[in-house]
């Protein structure tokens, strides 16, 4: 009687290390286990190559659950039958049994292991891999018994939902974000969707660039450069719409420098760069790709009848991972946003300031799958185009139109929804 107790006591402890592992490995961050690998952590590589193959030590562990639990039963069921005869001895062994291994070798093990998962993970991986190996050739046995009744049922294909591995990093982003960490879940959100957002929706609209004509005189030329607080600006010949190149400061400094006669017989051709044009339709990945291929910072963008459409610089794609990038010569209103200090938390905007832009720096989520500016977005959800004063209501926000140029809306005023207060 004592040696079955004991043994029984075994079983019971195998049991519960046998659930605990299961929950532990396979609740374990596969991020923190490559680190923890990389760093030279061998318990760590054991969990990783554990986890890369989970039908071998999952079959190991269930093997060793069932071994254990029939075991126990059995035990159980003989000790009781001695003490309380047949009848009751079965009845009482299959409540005793049920109620021990339900509290004791599965919700215990497996709570404790589900609230501490990496730290019990590498604590008993050294064990399951030696256990893995030993009983390697009963595991693949019977997981090839199992793999031929799934082709026979049809359940080998692979799960495929949702956008794979990008859709799973961004899950991830989520799940860990914080108010303390929010700028930078906010970067790593902003890099995922680089290859999703095209130039066209980033782009400074050819209404608001800066081009002078080439045919300027050298003096008058100078003066609008030295005004102008961008290094690169387009230069047109007749009309805006034909871009002849790029003046770009540095090179017309050193080209003036550079040169000792009349400045009438100045060449400004030797500080203009070939113009590079590009679709709207690019994508923001491939275009800074291809910014990094050509060693250049700034491009024409086109619609795919050659019109064109604005600009786009490399800081523009830089801002869309880290938010504006304010430097000496900008100024707070230039991204078409000024916040007004009402009670409401109205905010003002341009037309043609993006959707992007606005969600980013405020929290929102504004939609913007039809429209990729503030105004495109009115103009899709009114069908029309507002007049001035004219006010809307849609995803709880509030639009009012304040200011519009011909059929361009030029300024609007906008309210959000007011905070929830939170919940204690």
Same mark, same amino acid.
């Given at each position: 009687?004592?040696?079955?107790? &004991?043994?029984?006591?075994?079983?019971?402890?195998?049991?519960?290390?046998?659930?605990?592992?299961?929950?532990?490995?396979?609740?374990?961050?596969?991020?923190?286990?490559?680190?923890?690998?990389?760093?030279?952590?061998?318990?760590?590589?054991?969990?990783?190559?554990?986890?890369?193959?989970?039908?071998?030590?999952?079959?190991?562990?269930?093997?060793?659950?069932?071994?254990?639990?029939?075991?126990?039963?059995?035990?159980?069921?003989?000790?009781? &039958?001695?003490?309380?005869?047949?009848?009751?001895?079965?009845?009482?062994?299959?409540?005793?049994? /049920?109620?021990?291994?339900?509290?004791?070798?599965?919700?215990?093990?497996?709570?404790?292991?589900?609230?501490?998962?990496?730290?019990?993970?590498?604590?008993?991986?050294?064990?399951?891999?030696?256990?893995?190996?030993?009983?390697?050739?009963?595991?693949?046995?019977?997981? /090839?018994?199992?793999?031929?009744?799934?082709?026979?049922?049809?359940?080998l294909k692979h799960e495929k939902i949702g956008g794979g591995?990008?859709?799973?990093?961004?899950?991830?982003?989520?799940?860990? #974000?914080?108010?303390?960490? #929010?700028?930078?879940?906010?970067?790593?959100?902003?890099?995922?969707?680089?290859?999703?957002?095209?130039?066209?929706?980033?782009?400074?609209?050819?209404?608001?660039?800066?081009?002078?004509?080439?045919?300027?005189?050298?003096?008058?030329?100078?003066?609008?450069?030295?005004?102008?607080?961008?290094?690169?600006?387009?230069?047109?010949?007749?009309?805006?719409?034909? &871009?002849?190149?790029?003046?770009?400061?540095?090179?017309?400094?050193?080209?003036?420098?550079?040169?000792?006669?009349?400045?009438?017989?100045?060449?400004?051709?030797?500080?203009?760069?070939?113009?590079?044009?590009?679709?709207?339709?690019? /994508?923001?990945?491939?275009?800074?790709?291809?910014?990094?291929?050509?060693?250049?910072?700034?491009?024409?963008?086109?619609?795919?009848? %050659?019109?064109?459409? %604005?600009?786009?610089?490399?800081?523009?794609?830089?801002?869309?991972?880290?938010?504006?990038?304010?430097?000496?010569?900008?100024?707070?209103?230039?991204?078409?946003?000024?916040? &007004?200090?009402?009670?409401?938390? /109205?905010?003002?905007?341009?037309?043609?300031?993006?959707?992007?832009?606005?969600?980013?720096?405020?929290?929102?989520?504004?939609?913007?799958?039809?429209?990729?500016?503030?105004?495109?977005?009115?103009?899709?959800?009114?069908?029309?185009?507002?007049?001035?004063?004219?006010?809307?209501?849609?995803?709880?926000?509030n639009f009012k139109v304040l200011d519009k140029q011909a059929?361009?809306?030029?300024?609007?005023?906008?309210?959000?929804?007011?905070?929830?207060?939170?919940?204690?």
């Amino acid at each position: 009687m004592t040696f079955s107790v &004991i043994i029984l006591i075994i079983c019971l402890l195998l049991s519960m290390f046998f659930s605990g592992t299961e929950t532990a490995i396979t609740a374990t961050s596969e991020a923190l286990m490559h680190e923890m690998e990389k760093k030279g952590n061998k318990k760590a590589k054991a969990v990783k190559k554990l986890k890369e193959h989970p039908d071998r030590f999952l079959s190991m562990i269930l093997f060793g659950n069932n071994v254990v639990n029939i075991a126990a039963t059995a035990i159980t069921t003989s000790i009781c &039958i001695t003490l309380f005869g047949d009848k009751l001895g079965v009845f009482l062994s299959t409540f005793v049994v /049920s109620f021990v291994v339900l509290i004791f070798c599965e919700i215990f093990p497996k709570t404790v292991a589900i609230r501490n998962p990496n730290t019990i993970a590498l604590l008993v991986a050294p064990t399951i891999s030696f256990l893995t190996v030993i009983l390697s050739p009963m595991l693949v046995f019977l997981n /090839s018994v199992v793999k031929n009744v799934m082709r026979v049922l049809g359940l080998l294909k692979h799960e495929k939902i949702g956008g794979g591995e990008k859709t799973e990093l961004r899950g991830a982003i989520d799940m860990h #974000k914080s108010p303390k960490m #929010k700028s930078e879940t906010n970067m790593l959100k902003s890099v995922l969707d680089l290859s999703e957002v095209c130039v066209g929706d980033i782009m400074t609209y050819r209404d608001k660039m800066v081009c002078f004509d080439v045919d300027l005189p050298l003096e008058e030329l100078m003066d609008k450069v030295l005004s102008c607080p961008y290094t690169r600006i387009p230069l047109y010949k007749n009309d805006k719409t034909n &871009i002849v190149g790029i003046l770009h400061t540095k090179l017309l400094l050193r080209a003036l420098h550079a040169h000792t006669g009349d400045k009438k017989d100045f060449d400004l051709m030797k500080a203009v760069t070939p113009p590079w044009f590009i679709l709207e339709t690019t /994508s923001l990945l491939d275009q800074l790709q291809a910014y990094r291929r050509r060693r250049e910072h700034f491009a024409i963008v086109v619609d795919e009848y %050659g019109e064109i459409q %604005g600009i786009v610089t490399l800081e523009d794609i830089l801002e869309e991972i880290v938010g504006d990038i304010m430097d000496e010569t900008d100024h707070p209103s230039e991204n078409g946003i000024s916040v &007004i200090s009402d009670a409401d938390g /109205s905010v003002i905007a341009d037309g043609a300031v993006s959707l992007r832009d606005l969600n980013r720096r405020f929290g929102w989520e504004l939609p913007d799958g039809e429209a990729s500016t503030l105004a495109g977005l009115l103009l899709y959800e009114t069908e029309r185009i507002p007049h001035k004063g004219a006010s809307y209501s849609f995803y709880g926000f509030n639009f009012k139109v304040l200011d519009k140029q011909a059929n361009r809306i030029s300024s609007i005023k906008i309210t959000p929804p007011p905070e929830e207060p939170e919940k204690n």
